[in-house]
């Protein structure tokens, strides 16, 4: 049984990876602190993606997991349940959450530039230089802006495309949290209120603002972040 699962929830590009590195090798001691972690390096690293892996090793003692809110919060909408999630936590006789809220701009620029060193690699110049150049234009469109909108503008400067440039629809899944605020805030009212289900067992559940350093934030601070208005259902009204 696991005696302690720390799970460390984000969007795709939300710092998950980062922030679990930096306290598995001591350098987030403010964190680990609070959720009373003692030798952050011995702690088993799982994602939802290793989860179904053969040599995954024996789910027991103290646990890190990386849960992917974007996947989590498909799973509810198209089956009611997140099941990977879910039997993890069921597993658990003491949980903590790390919730990490990243404003949905910087999300977005973060899942350009990281698309953009993917093309890189695969030698897609064009690729490349069109992310990074919506990267710049991000900066400029207010939220919920299309990001069609920036994309227009690439066209025009380019006189064709690569095959494997991202197009319009690869192109808005990328700048989904900015060209679609509504939805972004609906993911995290679900997770706020999916997590307050295992109340009874939670020992710790941190919010972070995490960019190079640690900003702790109350929960009705990311509430306002988000953008729940008072009387508002905090669960978008459930699965859609």
């Known amino acids: 049984m696991i005696e302690h699962l720390v799970v460390v929830a984000a969007p795709s590009g939300g710092g998950k990876t980062t922030l679990t590195l930096a306290l598995r090798a001591g350098r987030l001691p403010e964190v680990a602190g609070r959720l009373g972690m003692i030798g952050t390096g011995d702690w088993l690293n799982v994602t939802r993606y290793s989860l179904g892996q053969a040599d995954l090793p024996p789910l027991a003692g103290r646990v890190l997991f990386e849960c992917n809110l974007d996947a989590a919060w498909r799973q509810q909408r198209k089956r009611g349940r997140d099941e990977a999630s879910c039997h993890l936590l069921d597993q658990a006789r003491q949980v903590s959450f790390i919730t990490l809220w990243t404003p949905p701009a910087r999300l977005s620029r973060r899942r350009l530039r990281r698309g953009a060193r993917a093309a890189l690699r695969s030698h897609d110049w064009?690729?490349?230089?069109?992310?990074?150049?919506?990267?710049?234009?991000?900066?400029?469109?207010?939220?919920?802006?299309?990001?069609?909108?920036?994309?227009?503008?690439?066209?025009?400067?380019?006189?064709?495309?690569?095959?494997?440039?991202?197009?319009?629809?690869?192109?808005?899944?990328?700048?989904?949290?900015?060209?679609?605020?509504?939805s972004f805030a609906c993911m995290y009212r679900w997770w706020l209120v999916f997590s307050d289900g295992y109340r009874e067992r939670t020992l710790h559940h941190l919010i972070v603002e995490y960019d190079r350093r640690v900003r702790f934030l109350s929960r009705g601070e990311l509430v306002t972040a988000i953008g729940v208005k008072p009387g508002e259902d905090p669960g978008c009204g459930g699965p859609a």
């Open 126 to 182: 064009l690729g490349a230089l069109r992310l990074l150049a919506t990267s710049i234009l991000l900066g400029g469109l207010p939220p919920g802006a299309s990001a069609r909108g920036a994309d227009r503008v690439l066209r025009r400067v380019t006189d064709r495309d690569s095959p494997r440039t991202p197009g319009g629809k690869h192109l808005r899944l990328l700048l989904k949290p900015h060209a679609r605020p509504e």
